[in-house]
């Protein structure tokens, strides 16, 4: 089992910037991927970005060019930069791993943007 943990959630005006982490309890290194979801109220929750053990990014459409996600193996953490960040990015965002045959989920991070 391992817990993951985000944090860096909060309020922003239109245009600004917010930097997500999600913490695992244990090693990330064995980990096939990780990524950043999203859920918009009254909407399904979506992939905003995913990351491969080899450091490979992938990025929804929408998010392309203003979010970056990274991982930092050493310390059992995967980030979310998100820039130039726009009101229809509202949303609980919540940290994925993928192991094996086992998904593990965070918690949720509440992201508000206001216009």
């Known amino acids: 089992q391992v817990q993951l943990v985000e944090s860096g959630g909060g309020l922003v005006q239109a245009g600004g910037s917010l930097r997500l982490s999600c913490a695992a309890s244990?090693?990330?290194?064995?980990?096939?991927?990780m990524g950043w979801y999203r859920q918009a109220p009254g909407k399904q929750r979506e992939v905003v970005a995913t990351?491969?053990?080899?450091?490979?990014?992938t990025y929804v459409e929408s998010v392309k060019g203003r979010f970056t996600i990274s991982r930092d193996n050493a310390k059992n953490t995967v980030y979310l930069q998100m820039n130039s960040l726009k009101p229809e990015d509202t949303a609980v965002y919540y940290c994925?791993?993928?192991?094996?045959?086992?998904?593990?989920w965070g918690q949720g991070t509440q992201v508000t943007v206001s216009s």
């Open positions: 244990r090693s990330i290194i064995s980990f096939n991927a």
């Open positions: 990351i491969t053990s080899g450091g490979r990014p």
């Open positions: 994925n791993g993928f192991q094996g045959l086992n998904a593990y």
